[in-house]
Structure formats: structure tokens, C-alpha cells
């Protein structure tokens, strides 16, 4: 592969949006999944293809896992995908470096990378660039009017005030017509660009589409396969309204939605007899134009001795009671039945494993689907019997605004 790049003067001005376009097509026409992410703060960014076709796995047993980019839907009834990385490209070298091993040469895997890099050398060289093409379903649910989400809301209220949940999480999408000119390359790099502390992600499975978002929301991190990291992230209203984030003040509804899901996370703690961890927080912190309430928490897995702690913890966690709520079961069942669409990849998780000997995965929000002639943004609000419908329907709408405005460049 570095023997084509080096041949072909094609290659040296390469732009990176071109890159990742051209990545991009060549997963699709061959059937291949792909990831391409970029981690809070950091400046480069990172794409992964798996050349097999089938990326579903059973169960996400991190420490088992090679280096790869895993991706699971919001109902935890359906399996994750699971991109291993054949070929792990950072975007601060000069040229994609793949995982060769033994097992790929000779098989039908094989097959494919040959394949994929022949229509990837084929779009590098050609005149006249083909029009950007990528997985995408044909159609998509939606559930977007004002009155019917309103109303789901007060049916949520009324569940809390009866005892039946602490909270529910419920979430609405919307639709806009996708824009002729549309350029997933450029749109990927502007959102890396506009959202540097988040993290930003575009996935393209044959399976599922295409997906884009920035995500302010660990769900678990694993550094030098030693400290664990989660947070708790809840309560949001716009950034605009203080000066500095250090003044912000929250209302009891937003100090107590936050609360809860940092008790949730210390109450999987203690089901696995966990008590040497490090709470840091509330604080409040910046995601794009909004603000939230955040907390850490910190494990030392060597310190007490529970390699395993991130698989754990992923299966006890997801999905996080800022998503979905509590008891995580029967408000679970109620979204599924009542929302009136599929939320899919929504608030699911997705994140690079054991890259670099690193894991970083995140809650998927602040995202968007791509469809053949719609782009779809999701976007969610903790319901706590505190809630007023319509300022959660507004929060809804701010929170989908966040994407809708990078990507379409609107007001």
C-alpha cells in the first residue's frame, strides 16, 4: 500500500477532506464497514476499516477485543458492531497503515482489501471524482411535531408522579431535506473543527448507514489498560445566557436530573462491590452552544485489582439513565413502545478500542442519520416530575440545533 501512495503523485495534494471522501466511497462500493473519529481536544484524526463484511459481534468484552471501533444501538435486545481495525489511519501520518497478519492473505478478507484498494486507487486517479457515495438507508421514521412529543412528556410526568419511575428520557428526530451538494468529507472535518472538546464520529455500516455526530458524553474510558473513567452528564440550557461558565446557575430540576444519573453510576458500583473510586464534580462545562452539569468518576483497575472493570461497566451502564432513565428495565420498554419511531444508533454507544492501548467510548448524541434524500437529527430531554412539556420540547430543539446549524450552515 505505502509503495502505490509513494508512486502516485496523486497523493501528495491529497486533501483531507478528498481522504476521507474517498475512503469513504471505497467502503461502500466494496460493502465494508468504516469509522472515522476524532477524540476530545486532540487535533488529528483517526479512521478504521474492518474488510469483512460481517462486523456483529455477541458480546463487547473489551479487554478481548483487538484495536477496532465498536458501535451498539440504543435497544440492548439487538447486537453491537464491531470495525476491526485491518486498517488504522491517523491523520498525523503520512500514510495508512494496515494491520497485516496471516490470517487476512488467502481468505476472503483478503479479497476485499485488494478490492478496496483498487477503488480507492481508481477514485485517486480519476479526472472526473465520482459523486460522493456512502451506506444509507432509503427511509426513516420520524416523530418531530411539538403537540405529540408534548404530550408523551405529560404521560411521563404523570408515571413519576405516580411512583413508577424516577425518570424517563424521551427523545424525538427530525428531518430535513438533504442538500444537493452535500459533502460528508467536509462535513466530518468542519464538525472537528467547530466541536474541538467533543467527540466526533462518522460511521458508515452496510447495516445501519450512515451516521455523524459530536458527543460530549464518555460513556467509559480506559487508559494504559489501568484507569477507568466515567462521568455523568445531565441538565442543559444555552450558553449564551452567562458571561463565563463559571457563572451559571441551575434550577433544582437540572441540579437533581444530574444527581440522578450520578447515583446510577455509583449504584453499579456498589452491585460489583466497588468502593475505591474518585468523585470530581458537579461542574458545569461547555458542549458547543450548551452548557451542562458533569460529573467524573476515576478507578484505579490495577489498585483494585479488577482488569475487567470496563466490560462491566459497559454492560451496567448502557443505557445511562440520562438517555433512557429509572429503573433503566421499564423505562427502556416504555421508549421502545411509545416514542413512535426507532431510535437506532441514538443514544447507543460507539468509540475506538484498544487503540494505542486505549479505550474511549462515548454516548451517541448530538448526532445525525443519513438518509437517500433526508439528513434525520435526534435529540432527547431528562423527564423528571418537575418538568413543563413545552421547555422540554425546547430543549429538544436546541439540542438538535447544535447539528443542524454546523452541518447545513443556517441560522
Known amino acids: 500500500m505505502e509503495t502505490i501512495l509513494r508512486n502516485n503523485p496523486v497523493f501528495e495534494t491529497l486533501q483531507q477532506t478528498e481522504l476521507i471522501s474517498s475512503f469513504l466511497q471505497s467502503a461502500y462500493q466494496v460493502g465494508l464497514p468504516i469509522a472515522f473519529w476524532k477524540l476530545p481536544n486532540a487535533s488529528n484524526f483517526h479512521i478504521a476499516v474492518s474488510f469483512s463484511n460481517n462486523a456483529s459481534i455477541d458480546k463487547p468484552n473489551i479487554e478481548e477485543l483487538p484495536q477496532g471501533f465498536i458501535v451498539a444501538p440504543f435497544d440492548t435486545t439487538r447486537k453491537p458492531y464491531f470495525i476491526k481495525a ?40 480519476a479526472k472526473q471524482k465520482s459523486q460522493e457515495r456512502y451506506h444509507h438507508k432509503k427511509s426513516v421514521k420520524t416523530q418531530a411535531e411539538q403537540s405529540i412529543y408534548e404530550a408523551l412528556v405529560e404521560k411521563g410526568i404523570q408515571k413519576i408522579t405516580d411512583g413508577h419511575y424516577q425518570k424517563v428520557v424521551y427523545a424525538r428526530n427530525k428531518a430535513v431535506s438533504k442538500p444537493d451538494d452535500l459533502h460528508l468529507g467536509r462535513t466530518f472535518k468542519r464538525l472537528c473543527e467547530q466541536f474541538p472538546s467533543a467527540f466526533v464520529s462518522m460511521v458508515s455500516l ?46 433544582q430540576k437540572e441540579i437533581e436530573e444530574q444527581a440522578l444519573v ?30 451542562h452539569l458533569k460529573t467524573d468518576f476515576l478507578v484505579d483497575m490495577e489498585a483494585v485489582n479488577f482488569p475487567q472493570l470496563g466490560s462491566v461497566m459497559l454492560k451496567l451502564l448502557h443505557p ?75 430543549e429538544t430543539e436546541m439540542k438538535m440545533d447544535v447539528m443542524r446549524k454546523s452541518v447545513l450552515g443556517d441560522g
Open 86 to 125: 485491518d486498517l488504522l489511519y491517523s491523520s498525523a501520518e503520512r500514510f495508512p497503515k494496515e494491520a497485516f497478519n496471516a490470517t487476512i492473505y488467502g481468505s476472503e478478507a483478503a479479497k476485499k482489501r485488494n478490492k478496496f484498494w483498487n477503488v480507492w486507487e481508481a477514485e485517486l486517479n
Open 206 to 251: 452496510p447495516e445501519e448507514g450512515t451516521w455523524l455526530g459530536a458527543s460530549p458524553e464518555t460513556l467509559i474510558e480506559i487508559k494504559d489498560k489501568q484507569f477507568f473513567r466515567t462521568v455523568s452528564l445531565a441538565g442543559t440550557q444555552p450558553k449564551h445566557l452567562f458571561n463565563k461558565v463559571s457563572e451559571a446557575s441551575w434550577r
Open 262 to 291: 450520578s447515583r446510577y453510576i455509583i449504584n453499579c458500583f456498589k452491585k460489583i462491590r466497588l468502593r475505591e473510586f474518585a468523585e470530581v464534580g458537579p461542574k458545569t462545562v461547555a458542549a458547543g452552544n450548551l452548557l
Open 320 to 394: 445511562t439513565s440520562a438517555v433512557c432513565g429509572m429503573p433503566r428495565k421499564e423505562t427502556m420498554q416504555d421508549i421502545i413502545e411509545h416514542e413512535g419511531y426507532d431510535r437506532q444508533l441514538y443514544s447507543g454507544y460507539l468509540g475506538p478500542v484498544n487503540v494505542n492501548g486505549n479505550t474511549d467510548i462515548f454516548v451517541n448524541l448530538r448526532c445525525m442519520q443519513v438518509t437517500d434524500k433526508e439528513l434525520i437529527f435526534y435529540a432527547g430531554a431528562g423527564i423528571t416530575e418537575d418538568s413543563e412539556p413545552e421547555k422540554e420540547f425546547l
